[in-house]
């Protein structure tokens, strides 16, 4: 059908110049974005319900935009990996992490997402160690978080990456569990340090008796790999309650704290 002298294909082409225009100027504001130190890290506390205590943040990037304001992740991250920019975003997230993470008055740990494209460069292992040296960092405080994505293409390859930073003495995270087809023989695959349980199925615990079950399931089989395991996106005292009725120690989500700057990261509630 025409509408205004245009037929459906051309309708499309149309988006998709435009979608591809915005990309383009996205990418470009995010070369300024590195350079003109646009970015920040967000630290959202993960809590430990046994000791009562914020044991370790998870950094969390925002981009500061001088005239769109703040971006959210979702809005740059898969452009800034379409366009190879990912790995100087991931590199600063290091480095920075790394950095403030030694000013804090705890010990507490932060972790720091990687993406599968950075593990593409042979240059990870060496960024990592430098972040390390840079800010005198005890490795034993630095956690990496990776989806299973990265033990999905090049396995070998990345696998040994993976037991490279495990040698600087740095933790290893599984992200978003669950979420995969196949997350349960990832882990024969890798000796993860902790497993972290996506939001999807604490947000559908109450309703699903599904849901439920998978928690059962990985805090269940996390106890006996002897593997320490996360809730995410907790974001009621009922949940919480639950959770804990199920056995899982450590929390992470709006009820405990939302992210935010390092220098106000001590001002957060805590509930407990
Ligand atoms: P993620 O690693 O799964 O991070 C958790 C996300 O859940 C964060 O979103 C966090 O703000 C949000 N969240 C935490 N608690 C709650 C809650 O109680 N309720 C709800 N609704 N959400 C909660 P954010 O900061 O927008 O980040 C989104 C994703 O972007 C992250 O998901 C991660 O995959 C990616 N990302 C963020 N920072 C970086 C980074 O420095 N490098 C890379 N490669 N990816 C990053
Ligand atoms: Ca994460
Ligand atoms: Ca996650
Ligand atoms: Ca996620």
Redesign the pocket.
């Known amino acids: 059908a025409k509408r205004n002298g245009r037929n459906r294909y051309e309708d499309f082409r149309i988006e998709m110049d435009a979608a591809a225009r915005k990309r383009r100027v996205v990418e470009m504001d995010l070369r300024d974005a590195i350079t003109c130190n646009q970015l920040r890290?967000?630290y959202?506390p993960i809590t430990d319900a046994r000791h009562d205590e914020v044991m370790g943040y998870?950094?969390?990037?925002r981009w500061h935009h001088p005239e769109n304001g703040l971006i959210?992740?979702?809005d740059f991250?898969p452009i800034a990996e379409e366009t190879g920019l990912?790995h100087s975003?991931?590199s600063f997230?290091l480095h920075e992490a790394c950095r403030e993470a030694t000013t804090w008055k705890g010990n507490q740990t932060v972790a720091?997402?990687?993406?599968p494209i950075?593990f593409k460069n042979s240059g990870l292992v060496s960024v990592v160690e430098s972040a390390l040296e840079a800010s005198g960092l005890d490795p034993s405080r630095l956690e990496v978080?990776i989806t299973e994505s990265v033990l999905l293409d090049n396995t070998l390859g990345n696998i040994s990456t993976l037991r490279k930073l495990k040698s600087l003495g740095v933790r290893i995270a599984l992200?978003?569990f669950g979420t995969g087809y196949s997350s349960l023989s990832y882990l024969r695959s890798f000796p993860f340090d902790k497993i972290k349980i996506d939001?999807s199925f604490i947000n559908d615990m109450q309703d699903s008796r599904e849901a439920l079950a998978i928690i059962r399931a990985i805090t269940g089989m996390s106890r006996s790999l002897d593997i320490q395991t996360t809730a995410?996106?907790?974001?009621t005292d009922e949940q919480f309650r639950r959770l804990k009725e199920e056995g899982c120690t450590l929390f992470?989500?709006?009820?405990f704290g939302?992210?935010q700057p390092s220098e106000s990261r001590l001002i957060g509630f805590s509930p407990l």
């Open positions: 890290l967000y959202q998870e950094a969390l990037m959210m992740p979702v991250i990912i975003l991931g997230a720091v997402n990687l993406s950075q978080e992200d978003d939001r995410e996106g907790v974001e992470q989500g709006y009820f939302r992210p």
